[in-house]
């Protein structure tokens, strides 16, 4: 990579797709599992279990990497949020969260989730969806050891949210 140049931008294989009621859940390579909400939908605490659910039984027990598509969406009930935030089920094996939204209101329920959620792990939020991948691909290596300078200084911008 020449200097001044950023590095492309990360690409992830699709692995797998479940359809839920209310989203969707993709397994990518790299361990990322991607939720995507459905178009207008109020995702309730019944949704949030399925999600959950499905995820762990995705990844199988292991270690991964969450992407929250939160872009398209209508609401997420307030159990949902605090489910998603407290269960032990996927939250004692994952990884990283970014959550990636466009809107206000996104925000301000992604705010209250990282509050309610007070996780052992690093949790953001990304307007940009391809920064919140590299986000997470930092979190990995640096979590496996494998976090080089050059990545340090171009995940500077990722400092404050």
Do not use: C
């Amino acid at each position: 990579m020449r200097k001044g140049k950023l590095p492309m931008k990360i690409q992830y294989l699709k692995l797998q797709t479940i359809e839920l009621a209310k989203g969707f859940i993709e397994v990518l390579e790299g361990n990322v599992v991607l939720l995507k909400f459905k178009e207008d939908v109020v995702f309730e605490l019944r949704d949030a279990i399925e999600a959950n659910k499905a995820i762990y039984s995705a990844v199988k027990g292991k270690p991964f990497l969450s992407l929250v598509d939160a872009r398209i969406y209508g609401s997420i009930s307030a159990g949902a949020r605090e489910f998603f935030a407290k269960d032990t089920l996927t939250k004692e094996i994952k990884i990283a969260e970014a959550i990636v939204i466009n809107t206000l209101s996104a925000r301000v329920y992604a705010k209250f989730y990282i509050r309610l959620s007070k996780s052992a792990n690093p949790v953001k939020i990304f307007s940009d969806i391809h920064d919140a991948k590299l986000w997470l691909q930092l979190q990995q290596k640096s979590m496996f050891g494998e976090v080089l300078e050059r990545d340090i200084r171009f995940h500077e911008k990722f400092k404050n949210n």
